[in-house]
């Protein structure tokens, strides 16, 4: 997808070693072949997976390294073979630019589970480079895997929709939480959490904030609309909610138990996974005795991310963001780690390498 060199055709911020410390950097994206389109990058949402891979937490980092997948701007070129985008569409590129695209989860517009799934960034393209991702001035990418933002969608807004938005929106479609009058539980209130609120609320769900932290109470009810918010250490609280939930989203990051959760939901409840603590516990009554699912999630396929996308716009669900400009990149990382955020950081991209 690209070629490192000390001068090139594409600015970019990148980490150069393990202490994940972002500075400027140039290389070259490469030509638009008769699939792709190139977009001008105006903004790029900043997730937990930039922190990951910046600081080589899964001791797989490429370095040079430039992070950033969720990625919002404006088609600049189409190759000779695209009919699905134009110069001037707004668009958005999400964690993945590639996939082998004839398999049986491909066939199926589950790209995300693709075994030749190419991550945006540091992941391995089919020629052989390493991709660099959305901290960059535009990026250049197969049409499969670029999804129009409906008129009017701000791309500032639109940016955390294709890796906050899509995590949320796949498990909670596939196992029917769209039901209006039913309830719904989730678990922490970041970048992922607020999201499923706003789905929650959309969708016609009594929704319950669970969080360690009382000073979410405010935000989670009068700035989100939650109906309900309980202090899941207070074992008074999560006891009066047993077997009171249809389902439960669990954005939760560190590693939390699970049966106390699980209690909460009624027979034949759902409880989705988007995270990955380092283990799960459950003593399986839990799971039994009230036919209960523990379901994983990751991401979401290309058909799923651009009908969540219209969704969004349909129904005017916007991410809660602090827009920032690149400079202050180490800064909001550091930020991120600390939980010092309300909801997501998004990249001014476009007037950050003027």
Known sequence: MAAECESGNCHAWAAKDPSGTLSPYKFNRRTVQSGDISLRITHCGVCYADVIWTRNQHNDSVYPLVPGHEIAGVVTEVGSDVNGFKVGDHVCVGTYVNSCRDCENCNSFLENHCSKFVFTFNGVDTDGTVTKGGYSGHIVVHERYCYKIPDGYPLEKAAPLVCAGITVYTPMIRHNMNQPGKSLGVIGLGGLGHMAVKFGKSFGLKVTVFSTSESKREEAISLLGADNFVISSDKKQMESLKSSLHFIVDTASGNHPFDPYLSLLKVGGVMALLSFPEEIRIHPATLN???????????????????????????????????????????????????????????DIENSFK
């Open 289 to 347: 005795l009230g036919a209960r699912t523990l379901a994983g999630s990751v991401t979401g396929g290309t058909k799923d991310t651009q009908e969540m996308i219209n969704f969004c716009a349909a129904n005017k669900i916007y991410p809660d963001i602090e827009l920032i400009k690149i400079d202050y990149i180490n800064e909001a990382l550091g930020r991120l780690v600390n939980r010092d955020v309300r909801y997501r950081f998004v990249i």
